[in-house]
């Protein structure tokens, strides 16, 4: 994905409502097709994110029934990563897509490939420098039908967690999603399966260094 760039007063609130959507727009080319409907959760604010073609619009939605995938993270961990992204962009890729590679995850090809995996996974970081201090953050996707339980980011299927020195290793392109599920600074916990699942949907779209 294209390390993007995003206005100095975005928001989390801003950041699913107006930024995603217009990047959506921007990015993914002309004749793309499928659809999908995306519920995105950060604390308690609840976004339905809906993609067709190079068209998507969000709005605030506190059921998110009907979605093909959703993602919850706490606020703490929205703003930590907005911050880098303005900042020191520790948490963006430097590998950028080249020639007909998607540029944004809300790509039709991408969500074409997620969605199709059943079950939940939890990825974390576990030393995040946040205000000077190692902090744990992480986020929690769910498709199929863990996507129906109310409180799938409770207890996900599978759990992975690694460092940030490994997590830009990937972000450089220098190790894939399903090499790194062997790597010796990832563990993961719960149904590896449901990690390997999701590593494999996004792996052909991580571009090399």
């Keep these: ?10 928001t989390p ?9 217009r990047e959506h727009k921007a990015h993914v080319p002309a004749g ?12 308690r604010a609840s976004w339905a994110l809906s993609v067709d ?8 939605d506190r059921d998110l029934d009907g979605c093909d995938f ?14 880098d992204w303005l900042g020191p962009k520790t948490l963006l890729p430097t590998a950028l897509p080249t020639g007909d590679l998607p540029r944004v995850p809300t790509d039709p090809r991408i969500l074409a490939r997620v969605t199709a995996v059943t079950g939940s996974l939890e990825l974390a970081l576990r030393d995040l420098d946040i205000g000077g201090k190692k902090t744990r953050v992480s986020i929690v996707i769910a498709a199929g039908s863990a996507t129906k339980k109310k409180y799938f980011y409770e207890e996900p299927d599978a759990v992975v967690e690694t460092s940030v020195a ?13 090499a790194a599920l062997a790597d010796g600074d990832v563990t993961v916990s719960g149904k590896k399966l449901v990690a390997m699942q999701y590593a494999f949907a996004v792996a052909p779209f991580q571009p090399k260094a």
């Design 70 to 83: 959703r993602l919850h993270t706490t606020r703490a961990a929205a703003l930590a990563f907005i911050a």
């Design 166 to 178: 490994t997590y830009k290793r990937i972000l450089a392109g220098k190790l894939t999603p399903d």
């Design 53 to 60: 073609g190079i068209s998507a619009t969000a709005t605030e």
């Design 13 to 21: 609130e801003s950041l699913i409502r107006d930024v995603l959507p």
């Design 32 to 43: 793309t097709r499928g659809k999908s409907r995306i519920g995105v959760t950060i604390d």
């Design 1 to 10: 994905m294209l390390a993007l760039s995003i206005p100095a007063d975005t």
